[in-house]
């Protein structure tokens, strides 16, 4: 099984701040890492699908980047909105795994 | 627009068998690998298995031997079960369009506790 980590576990941020969560995997996923963004009280969204490839509908100031081991989620301009844990997710080998999420305070 | 709605007893006796139904609007069933996930604030996300209409099915080694996943295509419903439950299996239900690469869309989820 692949294990996910992210770092850090907690961010406490202000509005405008850059953001870099990231997630490392046991082993190599390739591109198969995606990013996705739960809100208190709500389902996982999907940010970011095969590691930096922008999702419809979501704004621009979410980005992924990384391959292999190794991934980052960034958020450039953070709003209030983008209170929420993050959690990466990779589907290179099942079982798929989730990482164990990054939950941003603002 | 693709929705999806998990339904199903919001309580579960240890022991016993819980039984999940997604209905999914938008979208039909026949296209798409259908997974469902589970989250607790212990163990976070877990995915449980993803189904494929072909009958292609995956599960979780960790609940194989206590899972079943099946659909019905005429009702565009997937359906889970899981056996033999106890209060470990208690957590929020999802079900997820996708299972052999992203999950874009997802269930409202749906919060089941194992207790006598």
């Known amino acids: 099984e692949i294990v996910l980590t992210q770092s ?42 095969y590691a930096t490839e922008s999702v419809s509908g979501v704004p621009s100031r979410f980005s992924g980047s990384g391959s292999g081991t190794d991934f980052t989620l960034t958020i450039s301009g ?11 997710h990779q589907s290179s080998s099942l079982p798929i795994t989730f990482g164990p999420g990054t939950k941003v305070d603002i | 627009q693709v929705q999806l709605q998990e339904s199903g007893p919001g309580l579960v006796k240890p022991s016993e068998t819980l039984s999940l139904i997604c209905s999914v609007s938008g979208a039909s ?6 997974s469902w996930i589970r989250q607790t604030a212990g163990k976070g996300l877990e995915w449980i298995g993803r189904f494929y209409s072909s009958g292609s099915i995956d599960y979780n080694p960790s609940l194989k031997n206590r899972v079943t996943m ?8 997937v359906s889970l ?10 957590a929020v239900y999802y079900c ?21």
């Open chain 1, 8 to 49: 850090p576990d907690f961010l406490s941020v202000t509005p405008k701040e850059q953001v870099t969560i990231t997630c490392r995997a046991s082993q190599n996923v390739y591109i198969s890492l995606h990013w996705y963004q739960q809100k208190a009280g709500q389902s996982p969204k999907l940010l970011i699908k």
């Open chain 1, 78 to 88: 953070l709003e209030s909105e983008d209170a929420a844990t993050y959690y990466c």
């Open chain 2, 29 to 34: 069933i026949s296209r798409y690998y259908w």
């Open chain 2, 70 to 77: 099946s659909v019905d295509t005429s009702k565009n419903e």
């Open chain 2, 81 to 90: 079960k899981v056996t033999s439950v106890t209060a470990a299996d208690t």
């Open chain 2, 96 to 116: 997820a369009r996708g299972g052999t690469y992203f999950l874009d869309y997802w269930g409202q989820g749906l919060m089941v506790t194992v207790s006598s």
